[in-house]
């Protein structure tokens, strides 16, 4: 087959990621024709629009069970295989709890703009996962990336919210900067963009400077998209001055989308000098992530900020998978596994503190929980169970997560004193993180007799939570349909 038709072949194998990007953009255009008014209109739209884009999440997931991974589509701007049918269902999965979490809670007054970004920024990462050239790869991450702007300043007027935004806009571009000088010297190293081409540049005995020069710069740029060290600072400033339905979704989109591309550009056999430079510096950043990013959270005293601190922790958990997955060849099932896990106890956690701040009560202080289970009762038990999967203690999908990349980090064992290291640092790790989020927990139950119960209850985040807990509970026993 020629380009062209490599081209199609690929954009028919893309029909999910297509049928989300369209209706991204139906549902922008849609904002054109509905009208605002009183309260009750209002209530309307949110419903229209809330429907609108869990049909859509819908059609792309029906859309899935028409294809077959084809043997050979290695010229074209996608390849299917296992790894892109992942990140599709990590797509939806989080996309879906995302528009039950934003069902309530969005900005009235752009309501049409709110679905329609988030919508296209779930279609982005399909895009991401199956890409087959640098071209592509850069064209899913801006998908995901351009509408965050969009929604930063949207969700929140008020000064905190246009910091927010402000500050992951230049930050943004700062990385995107980086990222595209370093896919500009792979494609001057291999001739190609191409990412099979690029592999065998990767895979050689000999690889030029210039090769490790572009993926360190390459890892830069995704670097602030997992905020991980040093290119997290703008986390716990936007997380704490945006809305909580936007901060669920930069805790987990842009998360996946970064790593997702650091799996399609490092998910090869790299050669003998690409490995060592690169393995140490990923063993180094993850280090650095896990200890700043539990120190730093152990330190707050506000709940949004601690938040983006253990977002950053678990970017470091996941770094050191994909440095397993880089030193071993191996599947990446496990960093899927933990990212699906990740998506269920974090979403479920910002869609308990939704409901709870939906209905009265305040959630910017972690003393705010103070004897929230008196108030909420259904709210509180949800989040405390997504905080024991955070800790990764037995009977939640975050044991097993963890555990995991324990055991890919340490399977050499004493042969491998590096990875061992690494592998009790991240046991280390793990004991600092439960400490903290045992904190937030015991906040939950502490006993008083004068709290106004909280009576305003909205269904979508009820249900939101309900099904983050469920999958928590169940992907214990099947960790690997995670």
Request: charge should be neutral; hydrophobic fraction near 55%; charged fraction near 10%.
């Amino acid at each position: 087959m020629d380009t062209l038709e490599f081209t199609i072949a690929s954009l028919k194998l893309m029909l999910p990621a297509i049928v989300l990007i369209v209706g991204g953009c139906l549902l922008l255009c849609s904002g054109l024709i509905m009208k605002s008014g009183d309260q009750h209109r209002v209530h309307d739209n949110r419903n229209a629009l809330g429907a609108l884009s869990m049909l859509f999440i819908a059609l792309a997931g029906f859309a899935m069970s028409f294809r077959e991974i084809p043997a050979d589509l290695g010229s074209g701007l996608f390849r299917l295989d296992e790894s892109a049918i992942a990140s599709e269902r990590l797509a939806l999965i989080g996309g879906a709890i995302l528009v039950l979490i934003s069902w309530s809670t969005a900005p009235k007054r752009f309501l049409a703009e709110y679905y329609g970004c988030l919508v296209i920024m779930l279609g982005g990462i399909p895009l991401v996962g199956a890409a087959n050239d640098l071209v592509s790869l850069f064209l899913g991450l801006e998908l995901v990336s351009i509408p965050t702007y969009i929604l930063l300043g949207i969700v929140k007027r008020d000064n905190l919210g246009m910091e927010a935004a402000i500050k992951y806009f230049l930050m943004s571009a700062f990385s995107a900067a980086f990222f595209m000088l370093g896919l500009s010297y792979l494609f001057g190293t291999s001739g190609s963009t191409n990412l099979q081409v690029i592999y065998q540049t990767l895979g050689s005995e000999t690889a030029s400077k210039l090769t490790i020069v572009a993926l360190l710069f390459v890892l830069c740029g995704l670097a602030f998209r997992i905020t991980a060290v040093p290119f997290h600072f703008y986390a716990p400033d936007v997380f704490e001055g945006t809305s909580l339905s936007m901060a669920s979704a930069m805790a987990y989109l842009p998360k996946v989308a970064g790593f997702v591309a650091l799996i399609r550009l490092l998910g090869t056999q790299l050669g003998p000098d690409v490995m060592s430079a690169v393995v140490p510096i990923l063993l180094a950043c993850s280090a650095l992530t896990m200890i700043i990013g539990n120190f730093m959270a152990a330190a707050q005293a506000n709940l949004r900020r601690l938040l983006a601190y253990s977002s950053v922790a678990h970017s470091g958990y996941l770094l050191l998978a994909l440095a397993a997955l880089v030193r071993n060849n191996a599947e990446p099932v496990v960093l899927y596994s933990y990212l699906a896990a990740y998506a269920a106890m974090t979403l479920g956690f910002f869609a308990c503190l939704a409901e709870i701040e939906s209905a009265g009560g305040k959630t910017i202080m972690i003393a705010d929980l103070s004897g929230m289970f008196y108030r909420r009762p259904a709210a509180s038990i949800g989040m405390a169970i997504c905080l024991l999967s955070m800790i990764g203690l037995p009977l939640t999908a975050g044991f097993w997560a963890k555990f995991l990349v324990f055991m890919s980090t340490t399977a050499a064992g004493m042969e491998d004193p590096i990875s061992l290291g690494m592998g009790i640092l991240m046991a280390v790790n793990a004991v600092i993180a439960a400490a903290y989020y045992w904190r937030v927990m015991s906040k939950l139950f502490e006993s008083s007799d004068a709290y106004v119960p909280l009576r305003v209850f909205r269904p979508s985040l009820f249900l939101a939570y309900t099904i983050c807990v469920v999958l928590t509970l169940v992907w214990f026993f099947v960790p690997y349909a995670m």
